[in-house]
């Protein structure tokens, strides 16, 4: 019988996943971690990227996080994630994401002489599409 | 009959006013088991966190971060966490007596205070109050996101780490049930563990990456967040049972006012027919 360990995912706003595993691959900030039943304590910090847990039947399931960190003991792992999703909702985790930055970038007045910047390279950017159709509608799409 | 009309629309008010607070009281029902769930789901990851947190304390003990070292003090940090809204009954004011008792006691010993406040209703009683507010926020709705109070956490840590502020504590509501809720005030920094040295036989330690300090940093300070938004999680449950009470007992003082003026209602309306009885018959008599 194959080894396993147990994993613990968990969010400050939510519990995600806990279970047996027998494989734990991680974004850590010093490049992909690969884990193994009785890896020795490890306590790193993660990148944004996914997490896959190889489960117990071979099936494998895909978590994103968008940073935390990964504390291993040689039987228990815990990945503290900043923000977690399931993989399957990978779309609407990118959707929040992308969300989120917009909300901080409205919400922190730090950056928001960014904002201001960024709406200005939008304005540019739709004019210049806009004079690029003006153009093909001249020279009759060609 | 004059009296039995003004009575009749008092009535009419009043029950305008009881369909309200209870509508509200549903309402704060159903948010309040939402609350509950949200705040059970934070618990895990406080207590991962708790658990790594401990175990560094004890397995590393050749650096000592900041965060766990205890430093004469001179200036406190207060992060107080209250409800954006009002009509809870006395959440906000049991909580704030607490506080200003607090606060009372640290300047006797000639300590300076600095406020980080969550909440509207804390932003306005601090602000009639006076005292040295650092950071507001407020708004935060039913379900905050943690990266909502990162800012309010990340002023106080990093006046700690500057050393402008030696110790911070945390003021909120915990809540114990439907109702009761305590009011409280804990030490967040620095950090106090239960020294127990039995665990301490056997000593190992992580592996580091990419080293200690930096790893334990992010961990510290996600830690102090965690446990921030643990207590705005825990306050907005809170706010929600306070509220079903308030409104459960301002719907029965509605529903007593209307008996009794409804009675009172009757006997005018009995006594003035009464009385134009009596003004017919003796009106027949004199005929």
Not at chain 2, 77 to 102: E, H, M, P, Q
Request: net charge negative; proline share 3%.
């Amino acid at each position: 019988m194959a080894m396993t360990f147990h994993v613990d995912i968990v969010s400050a706003e939510a519990e995600i996943f806990s279970g047996k595993a027998n494989m734990l691959f991680a974004p850590a900030v010093m490049g992909e971690l690969g884990i193994a039943p009785r890896h020795t304590p490890l306590l790193t910090r993660l990148k944004p990227g996914e997490v896959r847990v190889q489960l117990e039947g071979q099936d494998e399931q895909v978590f994103f996080v968008s940073g935390g960190m990964l504390e291993v003991q040689p039987h228990v792992v815990t990945v503290l994630a900043d923000t977690a999703m399931r993989g399957k909702d990978l779309d609407e985790a990118h959707a929040l994401r992308v969300k989120e930055r917009a909300e901080k970038a409205m919400t922190d007045r730090k950056t928001d002489f960014d904002y201001a910047k960024a709406q200005i390279e939008l304005a540019e950017a739709i004019a210049q599409l806009r004079t690029i159709q003006h153009m093909r509608d001249k020279t009759g799409g060609r | 009959m004059a009296g039995a009309k003004e009575i009749r629309t008092q009535i009419k008010s009043i029950q305008n006013t009881q369909k309200i607070t209870k509508a509200m009281e549903m309402v704060a029902a159903s948010k309040m088991r939402k609350a509950q769930d949200r705040m059970r789901a934070t618990r895990p990851y406080a207590a991962k966190m708790r658990n790594v947190v401990h175990h560094m304390g004890k397995s590393h003990p050749e650096y000592r971060h900041p965060y766990l070292i205890e430093r004469p003090v001179q200036r406190i940090g207060l992060i107080v966490i209250s409800t954006d809204r009002g009509l809870c009954g006395g959440l906000n004011i049991n909580l704030f007596k607490k506080v200003v008792a607090a606060m009372k006691e640290w300047h006797a010993q000639n300590l300076e205070i600095e406020i980080a406040i969550i909440g509207a209703k804390a932003v306005s009683y601090f602000n009639r109050l006076g005292g040295n507010v650092v950071s507001q926020a407020s708004h935060l709705g039913d379900a905050p996101a943690v990266e909502e109070l990162i800012g309010s956490v990340k002023v106080m840590l990093d006046s700690y780490d500057k050393g402008h502020i030696d110790r911070l504590h945390l003021a909120s509501n915990e809540f114990v049930n439907t109702m009761t809720q305590a009011p409280g005030i804990e030490q967040l920094l620095p950090i106090v563990g239960d020294e127990d040295d039995a665990n301490l036989k056997h000593h190992w330690d992580y592996l580091y990456e990419p080293d200690a300090k930096e790893v334990m940093d992010d961990l510290l300070m996600r830690y102090i967040e965690s446990l921030v938004y643990q207590g705005q999680v825990e306050n907005i449950a809170c706010e929600m049972a306070a509220r079903m009470v308030a409104m459960k007992a301002a719907s029965d003082n509605a529903g007593t006012m209307i008996d009794e003026l409804a009675l009172a209602y009757n006997k005018a309306r009995q006594a003035a027919i009464t009385q134009e009885l009596s003004e017919i018959v003796s009106g027949a008599a004199a005929v």
